[in-house]
DNA sequence: TTGCGTGCAAAGGTTTTGCATGGCA
DNA sequence: TGCCATGCAAAACCTTTGCACGCAA
């Protein structure tokens, strides 16, 4: 189940939110694209939420756990993505290529070997979310 | 040398902004603070920048690989950084605390085993110079 | 019924942009 | 002289907030 504050409903918004994420984990969104995807979803019946609605919900989230928010993705946008609730090893990081500006989703257990040598070794815990690894992507790097 | 673009002029400005980061090394800014820094600067006699020309300018000395941005300090806001020149920067990673903003270099081969790693694998050329991992230093990770 | 959640619109703060002027090369 | 840089103010942008109403429990 997904946690939530003590002092909380469950209204048909919250809900939306929480499913549209949750269907799309290790993918993050902004607020906007959030609002955008949910105002456009089908059923026309339901009540799609305010963006207003949308950031409150993604702040209750975020407190709760729920979900990791992390500043920096185009124009400084804050990103919000679900948190698996499966084990903690679903180490996840962001290339961003510096030349095109493409993202690509790595995943990779080298990097959780990484993740906890600095740990261990360098006492700094770090967090896959917020980090992204720049450099140039495949195309890139050839063409220049 | 600061590196420029080929197309640009050394102004006072430029000149102001850049000096005052270089003495400042391993120490970021916002845009703000130093448009504050350089307005309450002593000399009255030279003219500091207006905040829309630190931005400009900031933005400059990034693409030019003067200036390291971080973007989601306190408030989202975007911090500025000089790159030292020297060669050992640019053969490490920076480590950066999200709770206390503290910045430390991390020399450790695993980085240079991780970068070919992602370079033959994966077909993505890590930039480690602009590359900041996020994540709780050793200090705040304790007391959180 | 109680009080959190919502929608709407307006405010807030950071960053960008338009335009005329100033200054470097 | 040509052209980029600057200053000022306004705009653009994302996000938060105030208020009255709606809805979950």
Redesign the pocket.
């Known amino acids: 189940m997904v946690k939530r504050?003590k002092?909380?409903?469950?209204?048909?918004?919250?809900e939306h939110i929480i499913h549209f994420l949750k269907d799309a984990q290790n993918r993050h969104f902004?607020?906007?694209e959030i609002h955008y995807a949910l105002s456009n979803a089908g059923s026309t019946a339901v009540?799609?939420?305010?963006?207003?609605?949308?950031?409150?919900?993604?702040?209750?989230l975020v407190k709760d756990g729920c979900l990791r928010k992390y500043?920096g993705g185009e124009?400084?946008?804050?990103c919000y993505q679900y948190i698996s609730e499966d084990a903690e090893c679903a180490e996840h990081y962001h290339l961003k290529c510096t030349n095109c500006g493409i993202l690509i989703h790595l995943n990779c257990d080298k990097i959780g070997t990484l993740v906890s040598h600095i740990r261990r070794k360098h006492s700094f815990v770090l967090d896959t979310s917020r980090t992204v690894l720049y450099g140039l992507c495949a195309d890139c790097s050839k063409n220049i």
């Open positions: 504050s002092e909380s409903y469950n209204t048909k918004q919250r902004t607020a906007e009540k799609s939420p305010a963006l207003a609605t949308v950031y409150r919900t993604l702040d209750k500043i124009g400084g946008k804050a």
